[in-house]
């Protein structure tokens, strides 16, 4: 998605972060908002929306995946053993991931795991040779994907304390340490909404806010 006002917001840049080494400049963050909801009118949408509607604001550079829109097989068919060539818009997605700065994902936790979709996704576009590399006789990779940051916001019908504490947050472990962390993304933030199948409008709406807040401070 191409978002056509693009202008400049002075911002506090981490030393190092700038090509030119200083503390203080012009700069456009570049952040890649993935909705791995099938649902056009979803819950998740609406969040969607909202942390772009706050990342506009900042004048963030924007690019947008929403999964339902893609064409795609979501099955790897041959698992490692032989390559499944790429589909267009996954190569596109892929273009977009090195291009940004900031991933941020939204998503629903079903049987405490990310959607069948957004598995398939995953499982296509993160491949060895684009997110990661296996070294030849050892037990290590290197990775591919350093020097960005990420954000997880999901959602869920039990409240996240009862999703942590029984269960230990497999989705959230799934995504940050094995997904995002192992491809090289170290700093990962997680927003746990819910529960979401009791809530009243006045508590969806406040996440709404919140996650708004959250794309206008582009974290």
């Keep these: 998605m191409a978002i056509k006002e693009r202008y400049f917001v002075k911002i506090r840049v981490v030393k190092g972060f700038c090509p030119l080494n200083?503390?203080?400049?012009?700069?456009?963050?570049?952040?890649?908002?993935?909705?791995?909801?099938?649902?056009?009118?979803?819950?998740?949408?609406?969040?969607?929306?909202?942390?772009?509607?706050?990342?506009?604001?900042?004048?963030?550079?924007?690019?947008?995946?929403?999964?339902?829109?893609?064409?795609?097989?979501?099955?790897?068919?041959?698992?490692?053993?032989?390559?499944?060539?790429?589909?267009?818009?996954?190569?596109?997605?892929?273009?977009?991931i090195k291009w940004a700065d900031h991933l941020v994902w939204v998503y629903p936790v079903w049987w405490g795991s990310v959607p069948a979709l957004m598995k398939g996704f995953l499982d296509r576009v993160f491949l060895p040779g684009f997110a990661f590399k296996k070294r030849e006789g050892s037990v290590w990779w290197d990775k591919y994907l350093t020097g960005k940051t990420a954000r997880i916001i999901s959602t869920m019908d039990q409240?996240?304390?009862?999703?942590?504490?029984?269960?230990?947050?497999?989705?959230?472990?799934?995504?940050?340490?094995?997904?995002?962390?192992?491809?090289?993304?170290?700093?990962?933030?997680?927003?746990?909404i819910g529960p979401i199948r009791l809530s009243k409008d006045e508590f969806r709406q406040k996440w709404l806010e919140k996650i708004e807040r959250l794309g206008e401070s582009n974290k």
């Excluded at 908002?33 to 819950?43: F, L, M, R, V, W």
């Excluded at 609406?46 to 979501?74: C, H, V, W």
């Design 22 to 96: 200083c503390t203080t400049c012009y700069y456009m963050k570049k952040i890649l908002i993935i909705n791995g909801h099938p649902d056009a009118e979803s819950y998740n949408a609406a969040l969607t929306e909202a942390y772009l509607k706050g990342a506009q604001k900042s004048g963030a550079e924007i690019a947008l995946i929403n999964m339902r829109d893609l064409r795609f097989n979501p099955n790897l068919q041959f698992g490692y053993r032989k390559r499944t060539e790429l589909e267009p818009d996954l190569l596109q997605a892929q273009k977009q």
């Design 159 to 192: 409240p996240n304390w009862y999703y942590r504490l029984i269960y230990g947050s497999p989705s959230h472990k799934a995504m940050k340490r094995l997904t995002m962390q192992f491809v090289g993304v170290k700093s990962v933030k997680i927003t746990a």
